[in-house]
């Protein structure tokens, strides 16, 4: 029988399986966690499917395709612990901040979300205490353990997304997005190795950029406490088999062991400009 424990906000923890977050390799000490803010496109039962049809839940509107396997793959090759979220991002958006106009998308690449087209300020209160609040306590609680646990050396964070191939008719030539902001420790050496492929082509700060704003989860829980960090966006249609992603985990895999082998062990850092 799984027991139960109870994040600050009073919802559901982690060996819980009602919880808003999954954990994985929750006993792992490597000085790296791992992230996916937009793991699943799966939805509460009292949401129902918030008006959309099945092939719309499919779609990259609800989740970030394929980054959820790359993630579990990851974690198992690096032995390092995980955090994803349960839920779509259409229900809320992890890596969106509670006063950001996008936390609850009403309207996503051109799809109205009935579900979200009339949400209140109470309703978007609860959203986030029951699933926004409950996953970001969850991955600074990873954080506390790991620090504790190499209390010599500051954990990296590396949170995992993904990227439509074709955005409003552009197609996107990027294999690979490292984003990263003023702190270069994991971004520039992960770009240089990744790289040394001459088939990959790797984005620098694409095809979004982190200059600026690298990320809400990335800038609460490593920018802002001096953790050396990346946000990395995969192409999804790399990703959207099991074998794309087993593949493109084993390639971050690598690429990830060396980086924190040759640059590592790091230590807190502020990068203010």
């Known amino acids: 029988m799984q027991s139960m424990s109870r994040t600050a906000s009073g919802f559901a923890a982690a060996d819980d399986a009602e919880a808003p977050f999954e954990r994985v390799n929750a006993s792992a000490v490597a000085p790296v966690l791992l992230v996916c803010d937009h793991a699943s496109r799966t939805l509460p039962p009292a949401y129902g499917t918030l008006g959309l049809d099945a092939a719309e ?32 991002r259409l229900l809320v958006d992890c890596n969106r901040a509670e006063s ?20 209140d300020g109470t309703e978007t209160a609860q959203r986030i205490a029951r ?7 969850a991955v600074g609680g990873e954080i506390q ?8 050396r500051a ?22 997005g490292v984003l990263w902001n003023r702190d270069p420790r994991l971004a520039r050496p ?24 690298v990320g809400y989860t990335t800038r609460r829980h490593a920018e802002s406490a001096g953790l050396p960090h990346v946000l990395i ?33 790091f230590r807190r850092e502020d990068h203010a400009p």
Not at 131 to 137: A, I
Not at 165 to 170: A, D, L, N, T, Y
Request: aromatic share 6%; hydrophobic share 40%.
């Open 190 to 213: 992960l770009m240089d190795v990744l790289a040394e492929d001459p088939t990959l082509v790797v984005g620098d700060n694409e095809p979004y950029s982190g200059r600026g704003n």
């Open 57 to 88: 839940l499919w779609r990259h509107i609800a989740w970030d395709i394929g980054a959820a396997d790359v993630t579990r793959r990851l974690a198992a090759l690096l032995d390092a612990p995980a955090v994803l979220s349960r839920y779509s």
């Open 100 to 119: 950001d106009p996008t936390l609850v998308c009403r309207i996503s690449d051109g799809t109205v979300v009935p579900g979200n087209r009339d949400i």
């Open 131 to 137: 699933y926004h609040t409950p996953y970001h306590e």
């Open 233 to 265: 966006e995969i192409r999804q249609d790399l990703i959207d088999t099991h074998q794309g992603a087993e593949a493109w985990a084993q390639r971050l895999a690598s690429a990830l062991r060396r980086v924190l082998a040759e640059c590592g062990p």
């Open 155 to 176: 954990p990296a964070l590396v949170d995992i997304h993904s990227f439509t191939p074709v955005m409003k008719g552009f197609a996107r030539p990027w294999h690979v």
């Open 145 to 152: 353990r790991l620090t504790a646990a190499t209390a010599t």
